[in-house]
């Protein structure tokens, strides 16, 4: 395999290399914290509402299909009911924090809610971004931009993917 | 020298260099003043020779990427410079606006005043007049090579190196704000320098390097742009948001601590990936270019920048471990390294090329040139293992043990005075750069050895 076998744009591969090495950085570290305190994390961790964020998984995943339906054949319908799917992704994000910061989850009130708010929101303005993008695309959609922003939205779909475990979940 | 205009570059490389000796000699002052700190203490207090260090040498750094970008413009636009006069007019607003901030700064010229005084902050403390004028000649830079861009041939080499420099200047409209309050004043202070040295400086560092490999090792232009948009991407990634490590201990929110220790962390993959560049382009390259000394200076450039910028960078990054190393000779050591390798070679480096290129001969005093090379790196090498040493007994005795600042500083005496000795040597590399640059000698192209086929070859 030569680096020019891949498809699509070579810069667009950096970009995802590297957000996903942040990311996996970021929960690495999330997590070698909490050996630290696992009680304190157990009970930070139990404040969040978990049915949001599988409302959310459920609502990135399918906009991911409608995407991977662009990427195949160019088309607009599939990008915008992409971006649509980010922008109601957004929308359950904005409730959620809300009612989160009600129940006194702020970003320093513990370590793990510091991680939790930067790294759910560092991922938040990547689908802002990713729904910019899609919408920009969907203008003149030609079959190499809608690769590029197909490429983009499965890297956020995928970071999201990778948070949701140790964010939600684990511990 | 295949544009006439391309000598505008000759009076920039002039300028740099006079600044450059300035710098090293006022660093070789600082450095007796650490062992004997009474040493010209009424004459020239330290906090006027730091300043004058640091300054000559951003000052200088700029006004060599200004001549690289007039030595290298034409040459990828293959058109000449739109307005000479506007750049010799550029040049000397710049040395006037020089002249005038130190003089301020020397004599404390009308205090007060906002238009022609000091502004009262430690960093970014030129009189508001001073910082028009440097925005001014920016302006006109931009301008005068992005017409000439325009006009000639487009390539990824000089549209890095354009984006570089309007980086450059925009973020300088930092320095326009002098904020209140003491912790805001340092994260204006970071917005403008950090943002330069780890971000858009990046970009034009670069460029250079491409360029000089391009002419350098002969490969294929389209192998060097996909070099450079990689080093580009991965620097502007990690360099913007790594910002954060600047802000751990200046009165920001705590989470700039995740975020500078992540982002910054990744600040190295740039500097790998140019070091990887300048070996692998010099590796597949089948051009013997004749400039050797030039070479040498690319290839330092890139494995110092590495390790100066990058792993000593690393080194103290994290802010577990920047709580304890903050401000220490930890700082010191990656600072020097750090900018040695990654911008002052960067633009020697471009200034050995480009010189007998300006002046129309075979290159010249290489073994001078060369043999400069090795004293400053190599007592620069010096300088940042000892202060490495020096930050690290400092760290443990003052920030672990809690003994005083003075009494710690007076158990590091011997490794001062190493420093000293290594500053030493890298002041007298600079003058027999400065020497062999300015003053061309007979004829010296370095021919091959025998060179001995292996059979694996």
């Not at chain 2, 990887?276 to 494995?303: E, I, Q, T």
Request: aromatic share 14%.
């Amino acid at each position: 395999m030569r680096i020019d076998d891949l498809p699509g744009e070579l810069l667009m591969w950096v970009l995802i290399g590297s957000e996903v090495a942040v990311f996996a950085a970021g929960i690495t570290v999330m997590e070698a914290v909490r050996l630290t305190d696992p009680a304190g994390f157990a009970t930070a961790q139990g404040m969040l509402d978990g049915r949001m964020a599988t409302l959310n998984t459920a609502l990135l995943v399918t906009s991911g299909l409608f995407a991977a339906r662009a990427e195949r054949d160019g088309g607009r319908a599939g990008l915008l009911l992409a971006a649509l799917g980010g922008v109601a992704f957004l929308a359950v994000k904005i409730a959620e924090y809300t009612a989160d910061a009600a129940r006194g989850v702020t970003m320093e009130a513990h370590p793990f809610f510091t991680f939790y708010y930067l790294l759910t929101g560092f991922h938040a303005a990547h689908v802002i971004a990713g729904v910019v993008v899609l919408v920009l695309v969907a203008i003149r959609p030609r079959r190499d931009t809608a690769q590029a922003a197909a490429m983009f939205w499965h890297m956020v779909d995928l970071v999201w993917v990778l948070l949701l475990a140790p964010v939600y979940l684990l511990g | 020298m295949k544009y006439q205009t391309q000598r505008i570059a000759l009076a920039y490389i002039y300028v740099a260099l006079a600044l450059f000796a300035v710098q090293v000699t006022m660093g070789l002052v600082l450095g007796y003043i650490y062992v004997d700190p009474n040493f010209l203490s009424e004459i020239l207090p330290f906090n006027i020779g730091r300043m004058l260090h640091t300054n000559a040498l951003i000052v200088w750094l700029l006004t060599g990427f200004f001549g690289a970008a007039y030595f290298l413009i034409p040459e990828e636009a293959e058109h000449e410079i739109h307005s000479p006069l506007l750049a010799y007019v550029q040049l000397a607003i710049l040395v006037a606006g020089t002249a005038g901030a130190v003089i301020t700064y020397l004599f404390n010229l009308f205090e007060g005043n906002f238009l022609l005084g000091k502004q009262g902050r430690e960093f970014l403390e030129q009189p508001t007049w001073v910082k028009v004028g440097i925005v001014v000649a920016a302006l006109i830079f931009l301008y005068n090579v992005t017409m000439t861009i325009l006009k000639g041939r487009k390539t990824v080499i000089s549209t890095i190196l354009l984006v570089g420099l309007w980086g450059l200047a925009l973020l300088f409209l930092f320095a326009f704000y002098n904020p209140p309050n003491l912790a805001l004043d340092k994260q204006y202070w970071w917005n403008v320098v950090h943002l330069w040295v780890e971000g858009v400086w990046e970009l034009i560092m670069a460029s250079i390097l491409g360029f000089l490999m391009l002419k350098l090792t002969g490969v294929d232009r389209e192998v060097v742009e996909k070099w450079l948009y990689v080093i580009v991407a991965t620097a502007l990634f990690s360099g913007i948001l790594g910002t954060g490590h600047h802000y751990y201990w200046i009165g920001m929110p705590a989470y700039w601590q995740w975020v500078g220790s992540l982002f910054s962390s990744f600040e190295i993959v740039p500097f790998f990936g140019m070091m990887a560049f300048a070996f692998v382009m010099v590796w597949k390259g089948r051009r013997d270019h004749p400039n050797k000394a030039a070479l040498l200076w690319s290839l330092g450039c890139a494995v110092l920048a590495f390790f100066g910028a990058g792993v000593w960078g690393f080194l103290h990054t994290l802010h577990g471990v920047n709580y304890y190393t903050h401000g220490t000779q930890i700082t010191a050591a990656h600072g020097h390294l750090a900018f040695f390798g990654a911008y002052v070679c960067v633009n020697l480096a471009l200034f050995t090329y480009a010189m007998p290129v300006l002046k129309g001969r075979d290159p010249y005093n290489q073994v001078l040139i060369m043999g400069s090379f090795w004293l400053m790196a190599g007592g620069m090498l010096f300088m940042t293992f000892v202060l490495t040493f020096a930050g690290t007994l400092q760290t443990h005795l003052q920030r672990v043990l809690g003994e005083g600042y003075m009494d710690v500083q007076d158990q590091l005496a011997l490794f001062y005075w190493m420093r000293f000795g290594s500053g030493f040597a890298v002041v007298l590399g600079a003058f027999l750069f400065i020497g062999a640059t300015l003053i061309p000698g007979r004829r010296e192209v370095i021919e091959p050895g025998p060179v001995v086929r292996h059979a694996a070859e």
